[in-house]
């Protein structure tokens, strides 16, 4: 079993920055791949970024390109998202989730995530 705690989410004015910071207790959780996602309301939930279980290989939603920075501090079991230049349309709730599968590669696909965060709200004006 995977638990992950999300941290970080709030309010933000466009053009801003937040860190968020998914913290897991698996002991396995420097083997596994990692991605956040996130869900606005009335939407369904969507990719925005993941890394493999090394951090060597990145993917990110074409949405967030080159604004927003997945990372992993496998000593402090936690993986970060660096969210630069923030646009009102960031605004949704954001899940970490992880790929209980060890040394597997980087997924998009929200159904090879077996453990998923409570998430964190982050909400940017305009």
């Known amino acids: 079993q995977v638990q992950l705690l999300e941290s970080g989410g709030g309010l933000v004015q466009a053009g801003g920055s937040l860190r968020l910071s998914c913290t897991g207790s698996a002991r396995s959780f420097s083997t596994y791949p990692m991605g956040w996602f996130r869900q606005a309301p009335g939407k369904e939930r969507e990719f925005v970024a993941a890394i493999s279980w090394n951090g060597r290989s990145t993917s990110y939603a074409d949405s967030v390109k080159g604004r927003f920075t997945i990372s992993r501090d496998d000593a402090k079991k936690t993986v970060y998202l660096q969210m630069n230049s923030l646009k009102p349309e960031d605004t949704a709730v954001y899940y970490c989730?992880?790929?209980?599968?060890?040394?597997?590669?980087?997924?998009?696909?929200?159904?090879?995530?077996?453990?998923w965060g409570q998430g964190t709200q982050v909400t940017v004006s305009s």
């Open positions: 989730a992880a790929v209980p599968v060890i040394w597997g590669s980087v997924t998009t696909t929200p159904d090879e995530y077996k453990y």
